[in-house]
């Protein structure tokens, strides 16, 4: 089973300082990665997603993520915070189900922004 | 925008009472899941339906919980009879069958008491 890890349950940044949310994935075959985010009362909106055509994903909002597989992670960055960003972010594998795929979550990391 | 509509947004019941949440997915999204979200346990898929047919429920409670899809434009998960510990936000997300990622909804907020 695949699956993936986000270290560090809370990050806290200041405003326009570089944003950096990890994750590492476990998976036997390619893995097919996202970063999903997650504001107050609101459903999981996709960031972007690793689909192997690129190493290096961009998103919205200037969100990025690089596909690194010797180290197998897929973290999440952004050069510059904003008030904004202010969320919680989750990273997701796609698994083989049955008759098709389906998404496994990470634990989420909250995303503090101070002024 | 296209996207997936749940209803309603928030439910207060009484321990007990029978539960029903509904699902709009987006129009030619073949493939639909059903999310639990609590603190203590992050997101847990609990069902998921392609082409209207059920896939997995594995993740669900059997003895309380059932998902159908009864057209393709709707998707129900019911609780009976409820239980304080199913107080979470339930959401829906639909998608194409591809690998490419899901449209969540906005969830419905239970509170069990």
């Known amino acids: 089973a695949q699956s993936v890890t986000q270290l560090g349950s809370h990050v806290s940044v200041s405003e326009g300082a570089l944003v950096l949310l990890r994750c590492n994935y476990s998976s036997s075959v390619p893995p097919y990665l996202f970063w999903y985010v997650q504001y107050p009362n609101q459903g999981l909106q996709l960031l972007l997603k690793y689909t192997s055509a690129a190493t290096l994903v961009k998103g919205i909002n200037d969100f990025e993520a690089e596909f690194k597989k010797s180290e197998t992670s897929f973290h999440l960055t952004k050069p510059s915070a904003h008030m904004s960003d202010a969320a919680e972010y989750f990273c997701?594998?796609?698994?083989?189900?049955?008759?098709?795929?389906?998404?496994?979550f990470g634990a989420g990391t909250r995303l503090f922004v101070k002024a | 925008d296209a996207r997936v509509t749940q209803t309603p947004r928030h439910k207060v019941t009484e321990m007990g009472q029978e539960v029903t949440m509904r699902c709009q997915p987006i129009l030619g999204h073949n493939t639909v899941f059903w999310y639990r979200q609590t603190m203590m346990q992050g997101l847990e898929l609990l069902a998921y339906f392609r082409n209207r047919a059920p896939l997995d429920d594995s993740g669900m409670p059997k003895d309380r919980f059932s998902a159908e899809m009864p057209d393709a434009t709707l998707a129900t998960l019911k609780i009976q009879p409820s239980e304080p510990r199913d107080s979470a936000v339930y959401f829906c997300?639909?998608?194409?069958?591809?690998?490419?990622?899901?449209?969540f909804g906005s969830g419905t907020r239970l509170t069990v008491v």
């Open positions: 997300a639909s998608g194409d069958g591809t690998r490419y990622g899901y449209t």
């Open positions: 997701a594998v796609s698994e083989s189900g049955t008759g098709g795929f389906k998404t496994i």
